[in-house]
C-alpha cells in the first residue's frame, strides 16, 4: 500500500521541533562556589593594593618632609604598577641573566602574572587586578540602577577591541627595539629611578584633562561591561595572548549541557559559550560567571581537557573526573604562584 510522502517543508518542521527538544536537567550535587571565592580573593588583592600605596605614600613624604616624619620601608609590591619597567627588567633579565638593580619586582611581579596566565587561563584580569575588580563592580552598578548594560554593536566591537592589542604592540615593539644598554641607561636614569614616585604623583597632582579622562572612564564602565579592560588595556591583551597557550579553559559538556544559554548571557566577555565546546578566546578572563549559573551537573567547568573514557562509562562524570578546577583550587594556586 502506497503512502504520501511527507513535504520538505514538514521534514525540516520535524527536524526542528526535535532539536529544539529539552535535554532532561541532571541538577548539580553541590551548589557552586566559584564567585564568592573569586570576589574574597578580588577583595583580597584590593585591599593588598590599598595598603602598599599607603606604606608607599608614606615612604615618599618622609623623604618629601626632609626625614620629619615617620619613616617606612618602600613597599616592593608597588612595582606591580609599573608593568612597562617590569617587560623591560623582564627583557634585561633574560638577556643578562642578571638581575636588575632598579625596580626588580616589577619583573618578578611581571612574570608572575604572565605565568598565572599561562596557568589559569585570564585569571589575573578577574581575579586579581585591582582595576578589574573596580570595573566590573562598576558595570554591576550601572546594572543595578538602569536594569541594564549596553552593548556596543559588532561593527563596531571588533575594531574597538583592536585598540588594546595596538597599545600592547607598540610598548612591546618599544622594550624590544631597545637594545640591552640602552635599557639599563633608562633605568638607572632619574626618570627611570622614580618612575613610581613619577606615578604617584599623577594622582596627587591630577589635573582637569587626567580628571576627565578618568571620569569619562567610570562613566563609560557603569554603562558598557568592563569598558577598559575590553577595549584599552594593553596589559590585558598581553595576559589574554599568554593564556590562549594555557591547557586550562572553560569547557562544556556538550551531552550534559540541556542548551538552556544561560552561560552565554551571563558571560561578561559575550562569548557564545553555549555554542562551543572549549573557549579558546583571548577575551576570557576565567571569571567563571557563565559556570556559576549553569544549572546542569558536569556540563560546564573550568578544566583541563576531558579523559577519554570506555563508552560503557562514557558518562559526564567520568569524563571531568580530577580535570575540573574547583575555585578554591582556583584561588590556591594563584596565592602559591604569587607568594611565590
Not at 28 to 36: C, E, G, I, N, Y
Not at 208 to 227: C, D, H, K, P
Amino acid at each position: 500500500m502506497l503512502t504520501r510522502a511527507a513535504s520538505p517543508v514538514a521534514v525540516v518542521a520535524a527536524e526542528r521541533g526535535q532539536a529544539k527538544q529539552k535535554k532532561p536537567l541532571v541538577r548539580r550535587l553541590v551548589q557552586d562556589r566559584s564567585q564568592p571565592v573569586r570576589h574574597a580573593v578580588q577583595f583580597a588583592f584590593v585591599a593588598l593594593n590599598v595598603w602598599l600605596a599607603l606604606e608607599f605614600l608614606l615612604w615618599a613624604r618622609y623623604f618629601e618632609s626632609g626625614g620629619r616624619t615617620r619613616y617606612f620601608e618602600r613597599p616592593a609590591g608597588v612595582d606591580g604598577w609599573l608593568p612597562i619597567a617590569g617587560l623591560m627588567n623582564l627583557k634585561y633579565f633574560l638577556v643578562t641573566h642578571q638581575v636588575p638593580a632598579i625596580h626588580p619586582a616589577a619583573m618578578v611581579l611581571a612574570a608572575v602574572f604572565l605565568i598565572s596566565s599561562l596557568l589559569l587561563k585570564k585569571t589575573f584580569c578577574s581575579w586579581l587586578c585591582p582595576v578589574g575588580t573596580v570595573s566590573e563592580y562598576l558595570w554591576k552598578l550601572g546594572r543595578k540602577l538602569f536594569r541594564r548594560n549596553f552593548t556596543v554593536p559588532r561593527w563596531l566591537d571588533i575594531p574597538l577591541r583592536s585598540l588594546k592589542y595596538i597599545l600592547m604592540a607598540f610598548f612591546i615593539y618599544i622594550v624590544v627595539s631597545l637594545s640591552v644598554e640602552a635599557l639599563n641607561d633608562f633605568l638607572v636614569a632619574p626618570f627611570g629611578i622614580i618612575a613610581d614616585v613619577k606615578m604617584l604623583n599623577f594622582f596627587r597632582e591630577i589635573g582637569i584633562t587626567g580628571l576627565a579622562v578618568l571620569g569619562s572612564l567610570v562613566v563609560l564602565s557603569v554603562f558598557i561591561q568592563n569598558f577598559w579592560c575590553r577595549f584599552l588595556c594593553p596589559y590585558g591583551a598581553l595576559m589574554g595572548l599568554v593564556s590562549t597557550l594555557s591547557p586550562v579553559r572553560i569547557r562544556r559538556d556538550a551531552q550534559a549541557c540541556i542548551d538552556c544559554g544561560k552561560c552565554s548571557k551571563a558571560c561578561p566577555s559575550s562569548l557564545p559559550i553555549d555554542r562551543l565546546v572549549q573557549i579558546r578566546s583571548a577575551e576570557c578572563t576565567s571569571c567563571m560567571e557563565c559556570v556559576a549559573v549553569c544549572p546542569a551537573e558536569n556540563a560546564l567547568q573550568l578544566a583541563l581537557p576531558p579523559r577519554r573514557v570506555p563508552s560503557e562509562a562514557g558518562t559526564a562524570a567520568a569524563r571531568w573526573r580530577n580535570r575540573s578546577l574547583q575555585p578554591q583550587l582556583v584561588a590556591a594556586v594563584l596565592a602559591l604562584v604569587f607568594s611565590g
